[in-house]
């Protein structure tokens, strides 16, 4: 369970640099967004006159993926938890090593002459 826990892991990263990017590519309403200072046309020459569907449709799908998987990591996390705790193995048992007792000797009151 652990190792699907960690790919799930690297999808939702990969994931969230991916929704990063598109955010960032999109136009704003008044400037032309980040997207216009990167590449000027760029956008609308690889994604064609429909750049704003484009990138508004993949904002829509990265965002829902990322919330969905994002559920699914904390039930499989959850899963995890329990399962752990109902063997046994929740917490690591660290035995102490046995603490020494250190004696110091008792100041000695000097000798009146």
Do not use: C, W
């Amino acid at each position: 369970m652990s190792i699907l826990i960690n790919i799930l892991t690297v999808v939702l990263i990969a994931i969230s640099l991916f929704l990063i990017l598109v955010v960032l590519a999109q136009k704003a309403k008044t400037d032309g967004g980040v997207g216009g200072a990167l590449g000027g046309g760029m956008t609308e020459a690889t994604f064609g006159a429909d750049t704003g569907n484009v990138l508004s449709k993949a904002t829509i799908n990265a965002a829902i993926a990322f919330f969905v998987l994002s559920f699914v990591l904390y039930l499989g996390h959850i899963y995890v938890r329990k399962h752990a705790v109902a063997s046994g193995d929740a917490l690591p048992t660290i035995t102490a090593p046995a603490a020494k007792t250190v004696t110091t000797p008792a100041p000695v009151a000097p000798k009146k002459p």
